[in-house]
């Protein structure tokens, strides 16, 4: 299983918020690393959605937003839309394994 | 606008080889560290592999250190994957990915850094 810990599925009804957990441990994100996350629709290729914990990339509408704390971190998606379903991925780095680690992938269902 | 298009995906019988390329454009090729990630049916996103923006650093994941090798041709703006010794568990899309910080020398860039750009993958199929 993946080294980062992402809820399966979550879901929400237009113009609802959801967040998506991503929990790791002292080797990774409690060791201070940095958390991105990306976006991977159906059809296209994975968007890197936030960078570095909180930043948005140019392009990214602030409907996004992160956050990290300890050895976890979220993802914030307010205003939910139809063009927002897909699966949402953390990836963060372990001083343990000396890799890049992700997460298992999270599918937002758009009610 | 930056591109990252990879070839080379199909179907291989086990203990086999395959080569994965990338072709990258719309940004300097030769100022940015690469990556290969891996994801297979059902399962979440895999790194691969890592090579400098000079091609002097390369390292690998566990899963396939001793039968994947990372190179690139700054000259060409291509990156390659040469995968030997396949197993099914290796089946999965495979994506070439960019380093966001350009120049990374150091370990601490290299584990910090996100991945800006993403192709749309390859398959790569291991079966008898």
């Known amino acids: 299983q993946s080294v980062l810990t992402q809820p399966p599925s979550v879901s929400g009804a237009p113009g609802q918020r959801v967040t998506i957990s991503c929990t790791g441990t002292?080797?990774?994100?409690?060791?201070?690393?940095?958390v991105h996350w990306y976006q991977h629709l159906p059809g296209t290729a994975p968007r890197l959605l936030i960078d570095?914990?909180?930043n948005r990339p140019s392009g990214v509408p602030d409907r996004f937003s992160a956050s990290k704390s300890g050895t976890s971190a979220s993802l914030a998606i307010t205003g939910l839309q139809a063009e927002d379903e897909g699966d949402y991925h953390c990836?963060?780095?372990?001083?343990?394994?000396?890799?890049?680690?992700f997460g298992g992938g999270t599918k937002l269902t758009v009610l | 606008q930056v591109q990252l298009v990879e070839s080379g995906g199909g179907v291989v019988q086990p203990g086999r080889s395959l080569r994965l390329s990338c072709v990258a454009s719309?940004?300097?090729?030769?100022?940015?560290?690469m990556r290969w990630v891996r994801q297979a049916p059902g399962k979440g996103l895999e790194w691969l592999a890592v090579?400098?923006?000079?091609?002097?650093?390369?390292d690998y994941a566990y899963s396939v250190k001793g039968r994947f090798t990372i190179s690139r041709d700054n000259s060409k703006n291509t990156l390659d994957l040469q995968m030997d010794s396949l197993r099914p568990e290796d089946t999965a899309v495979y994506y070439c990915?960019?380093?966001?910080?350009?120049?990374?020398?150091?370990?601490?860039?290299?584990?910090?850094?996100?991945?800006?750009?993403w192709g749309q993958g390859t398959l790569v199929t291991v079966s008898s």
């Open positions: 990915a960019k380093d966001t910080k350009a120049y990374c020398t150091s370990s601490e860039c290299y584990a910090s850094t996100s991945f800006d750009s």
């Open positions: 719309g940004f300097t090729f030769r100022s940015y560290g």
């Open positions: 090579i400098s923006f000079d091609g002097t650093y390369k």
């Open positions: 002292s080797s990774n994100i409690g060791a201070g690393y940095a």
């Open positions: 570095t914990n909180t």
């Open positions: 990836q963060s780095y372990d001083g343990s394994l000396r890799n890049s680690v």
